[in-house]
């Protein structure tokens, strides 16, 4: 631990936003005037450092926006930042503010970011998950993941009563390009009958099989849950397959998109977001530098920011069978 006293720190928000970005954004900037320090808001996140569009936050600059989906600071991924030339701006910046410490809200992109920016400048930076997608090590949790997975489950929720209304198979395709965890927590939340994930094989022959078995059963009304990168590509390449070997079905194909991260953060992320706010400017008043502040077993967990990489979390085959038994 370094014990370089902090006395002006900058918070930003970077990469895709999530909601509850705002409320930790709140979290910070209102303990780090409790502890007497100053606190910047960088805009846009590197691309603002670089920009020098930095700006003095009071404690009524964050009245309000606990509530609020998006960031107020906005974010913004910056090519600028993975160059030196652009990273000597954003220090001479920091510089010019007098600014010590960087509190950094985002995914691992931004992480590893911070991470160079530290080695080569030694600014001392606390990283916080936000990402729908919780798919970072270290952490069970990350901001917005809660809120994202709640908008789909309130979308598929009717999405199901047209669906039994017309006795039709909707393939209802949800975010994660690499990871799964939305379409398995809504996919079980709302009875679906399959999931198809990055992280687990998908058996196609015995999906079209159990698929056919319920229409002579007389069991018309079917619900996939697809993740945008699941074994077979989107919710548009499994319709194809599924249509090419069952003529009849009669299919729609649904695609949730951006609606999945934005709209008023849930209880659960603004509880996170204020928690891991505390904890990282607490991180950098008491010199614990270069960490990503998480969550593991309901408590709160410090990873060095080169190893809160994004990675997959297991989901066992036993969610997978539950699915099934729970769908038939
Ligand atoms: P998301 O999970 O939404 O993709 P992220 O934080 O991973 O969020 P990235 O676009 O990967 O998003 O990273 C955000 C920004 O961090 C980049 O635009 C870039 O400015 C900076 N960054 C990423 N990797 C590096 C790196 N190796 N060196 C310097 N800066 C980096």
Same mark, same amino acid.
């Given at each position: ?10 918070? +930003? ?7 509850? +970005? ?44 606990? /509530? ?27 510089? /010019? ?9 985002? =995914? ?6 911070? /991470?160079?920016?530290?080695? #080569?400048?030694?600014?001392? !930076?606390?990283? %916080? ?8 090590? &270290? ?35 949800? +975010? ?7 379409? %398995?927590?809504? &996919? ?17 022959? #015995?999906?079209? !099989?159990?698929?056919? #078995? ?5 069991? %018309? ?8 990168? &699941? ?8 319709? @194809? ?12 194909? !649904?695609?949730? =998109?951006?609606? /999945?991260?934005? &709209?008023?953060?849930? !209880?659960?992320?603004?509880?996170? @977001? ?35 990489? *994004?990675? *997959? ?16």
């Amino acid at each position: 631990m370094k014990k370089n006293k902090v006395t002006k720190i900058g918070v +930003m928000t970077s990469g895709g936003d999530s909601p509850g +970005m705002n409320a930790a954004i709140r979290a910070v900037v209102r303990t780090g005037i409790y502890n007497g320090l100053e606190v910047f808001g960088i805009m846009r996140g590197y691309s603002g450092l670089i920009e020098n569009d930095i700006i003095p936050m009071d404690s009524r600059s964050v009245a309000n926006i606990i /509530q609020r989906g998006g960031t107020i600071l906005k974010t913004a991924r910056s090519k600028a930042f993975t160059t030196p030339e652009g990273r000597k701006a954003a220090y001479n910046n920091l510089n /010019q503010h007098g600014i010590d410490g960087l509190v950094i809200i985002g =995914g691992d992109g931004s992480f590893k970011g911070a /991470q160079t920016f530290s080695n #080569e400048y030694d600014i001392p !930076c606390i990283g %916080l998950p936000g990402t729908i997608d919780k798919d970072i090590a &270290g952490t069970d949790v990350t901001i917005g993941f809660d809120t994202a997975v709640n908008t789909a489950v309130e979308a598929i929720d009717k999405i199901r009563d047209t669906m039994d209304a017309h006795d039709r198979l909707f393939i209802v395709e949800v +975010m994660g390009r690499d990871a799964g965890y939305i379409a %398995l927590h809504s &996919g079980i939340a709302t009875g679906a009958e399959n999931i198809v994930i990055p992280e687990t094989k998908t058996d196609i022959d #015995e999906l079209i !099989c159990s698929l056919t #078995e319920k229409e002579k059963r007389k069991k %018309l009304v079917n619900l996939i849950v697809v993740a945008e990168g &699941g074994e077979y590509g989107d919710a548009n390449a499994l319709d @194809a397959i599924i249509k090419e070997r069952i003529p009849s079905a009669d299919t729609r194909v !649904c695609i949730l =998109g951006h609606i /999945q991260r934005g &709209g008023s953060p849930s !209880c659960a992320d603004r509880l996170i @977001a204020s928690h891991m706010g505390y904890y990282a400017v607490e991180s950098l008043l008491i010199g614990r530098h270069n960490v990503m502040v998480g969550v593991v077993n309901n408590k709160i967990h410090y990873t060095p920011l080169d190893k809160a990489v *994004k990675e *997959k979390q297991k989901i066992g085959q036993e969610w997978m069978k539950i699915v099934k038994i729970l769908a038939s």
